[in-house]
């Protein structure tokens, strides 16, 4: 299906563990982006991507890595999860040709708790 | 720092009423937009308005924003139950393709 997916869309790992995020985009957008989202804070933007092989840290970066090797996929991980990643993460994207507007599509999320 | 504030943090009308949120940023923007989540779900593109634009209509949508006071509204008329849900507010950072959001409105619509 067209869109844009996250997997998996629950998951529990224990503190140390390394734990990697997929998010898929089946539109060709060059923008992508992971945000978390925490009761009290909104969303939070981790990390984004402008381009295959071009990411950014975003406002919350610290304990995350992220990868683009090809356009439609953004894996994010957690090298070594703490209980305070325990959070909702979503993916999104987005469209270069629409440079203002930054309209964003959204994954449905990932719930992952931290134990 | 969130650019976006809304207010207020939850409200709760009857089905039928008008429900009305507000939405204060710090910085000078280009376009403001609205977006809602429906629990457990993603958030979804509702509306944008642009900064030369003072008010926009989509359906039951009316966006109203003031460059003046850095501020926007959200009017949803003749609210309905489907309409429960989070609302955002969203605003671009200059130079950059990014959105910063605030913390959200939490609407709840009763039968």
């Known amino acids: 299906d067209a869109g844009i997916t996250q997997s998996p869309r629950y998951k529990i790992t224990e503190t140390g563990r390394q734990v990697t995020l997929m998010c898929h985009q089946t539109?060709?957008?060059?923008?992508m982006f992971w945000y978390r989202q925490d009761l009290g804070h909104g969303l939070r933007l981790i990390y984004y991507?402008?381009?295959?092989?071009?990411?950014d840290k975003g406002e919350v970066p610290d304990g995350y890595v992220v990868s683009r090797s090809k356009t439609e996929n953004f894996p994010l991980t957690l090298e070594s999860a703490t209980r305070s990643q325990t959070s909702v993460y979503f993916c999104?994207?987005?469209?270069?040709?629409?440079?203002?507007?930054?309209?964003?599509?959204f994954g449905p999320g990932t719930r992952l708790t931290v134990t | 720092s969130q650019q976006g504030e809304e207010d207020p943090q939850a409200l709760s009308i009857q089905e039928g009423e008008n429900a009305t949120m507000n939405c204060s940023y710090k910085?000078?923007?280009?376009?403001l937009q609205w977006y809602r989540q429906n629990s457990g779900r993603g958030l979804v593109h509702l509306i944008l308005?642009?900064?030369?634009?003072r008010e926009k209509h989509s359906g039951r949508l009316r966006v109203t924003l003031d460059t003046s006071k850095k501020s926007s509204s959200l009017l949803i008329t003749a609210s309905r139950a489907a309409d429960t849900a989070s609302y955002f507010c969203?605003?671009?950072?200059?130079?950059?393709?990014?959105?910063?959001f605030g913390q959200g409105t939490r609407l709840t619509i009763n039968p």
């Open positions: 991507s402008a381009a295959a092989d071009i990411t």
């Open positions: 539109w060709s957008h060059s923008y």
């Open positions: 308005i642009r900064s030369n634009e």
């Open positions: 910085t000078s923007i280009n376009n």
């Open positions: 969203a605003t671009p950072t200059l130079g950059a393709q990014k959105l910063v």
């Open positions: 999104a994207s987005s469209e270069l040709w629409q440079p203002i507007s930054y309209e964003q599509y």
